[in-house]
């Protein structure tokens, strides 16, 4: 296979996958396979970490990009590169453009990270040009494609293409290479496809009896969506906080690979604050730093049901997160795991009215977290916004009678409401 052909006319088999290991093998870590302590305690089943975070480029994605750049031609080489990605992809191709000394132009949303957006330019340096384009990834795609008809650059996907889901799938080889049996299940955190893609080709035959479990995230379900219809489907919508995984539309070749193995791979969605509290207990217990797409499969072992004594591996795929994330990060789990609540609370325009509300309303485990004056020049009453942090979930319900048994008018604000979007 040459980078160049058509996708559409191609079949990765275990060979190329094979030969792409080796290929990669003098740029690519053999990343480590961990066992968690907490998450095989919490499941019952022997529980593996495959740490892609590890890479130089903290993320699987060198793989599939530098297994299609290492196979251009010196032509191809000297009319550059281009493509697409929402930050993982990019470095990867930014850390082989350095190393084959070819020159890449790399087109990125306005909701990269600005940690992604420093790696790419550290790991290209000089021979790379960052374009921040469009407000998905899907937009920057379109940019980047527009790029290559110019120019003639060759367009490098990020899974819609063999030779990356060829490279992508020798994380398959290396765990069968790691442990001493097949394991039952790997679970896979699911953007384009192009991993699960590679992953499921690899395990078809060599690991039959393995189940595959593709993970991706609620506000992105580009493979649920395909696969209920037949073919991929472009997202009228996409949460763009798993940025790692905020595709809104799966490859055409991942499609075709995973639709013929429907009957092998499940697929599953998790919540975006679900998946935030994981970051942080991977951070906190493992001290993983993990991504939201990185912790999207550790994620989806509390929607399964695992066989007592099963070895499981989860795909830690990526470790670029950028640290001024983390408090939208804690607030996402705090409010997924229903202890963080936000209310439009109207005080009447009287002396003591804070002092009512925290000793009517606030319970002794209670916290106010926040604060803000909406309207002040109204006579009668002063509407505030207030964040409040429960000791327990549990304790909503209380919280609640006390608010209606007071006379200071209280509203809770719905998350998924256009008001608690606005006020939050």
Known sequence: MTAT???TTQVVTTDDIDIAARRIGDVVRASDLDVSDRLSEQTGARILLKREDQQAVRSYKIRGAYNLMSQLSSDERSAGVVTASAGNHAQGVAFACRSLEINGRIYVPTNT??????RILAHGRNWVELVVTGTNFDAAQTAARADAERTGATMVPPF???DTMAGQGTIAAEILAQLDRAPDAVVVPVG??????GLAIYLAEYAPDCKIIAVEPAGAPSLTKALEAGE???????DTFVDGAAVARLGEFPFGVIASMSDRIRVLTVDEGAVCT???ELYQNEGIIAEPAGALAVTALHQLEIDEGATVVCIVSGGNNDVSRYSEIIERSLVHRGLKHYFLVKFPQEPGQLRRFLDEVLGPEDDITQFEYLKR????????LVGIELGSATGL????????????DCEQLEPGTAAYEYLT
């Open 232 to 238: 991929p489907v472009t997202l009228d919508k996409v």
């Open 192 to 197: 384009g496809g192009g991993l699960v893609g």
């Open 278 to 280: 994981e970051m942080l």
């Open 160 to 162: 819609d293409h063999p």
């Open 113 to 118: 990270p600005k940690q992604k957006r420093d």
């Open 397 to 408: 319900h209380s919280l609640l009678e006390r608010m209606a048994a007071s006379r200071i």
């Open 377 to 384: 020049n109204n006579r009668e009453y002063g509407a505030a």
């Open 5 to 7: 052909e058509s996708p």
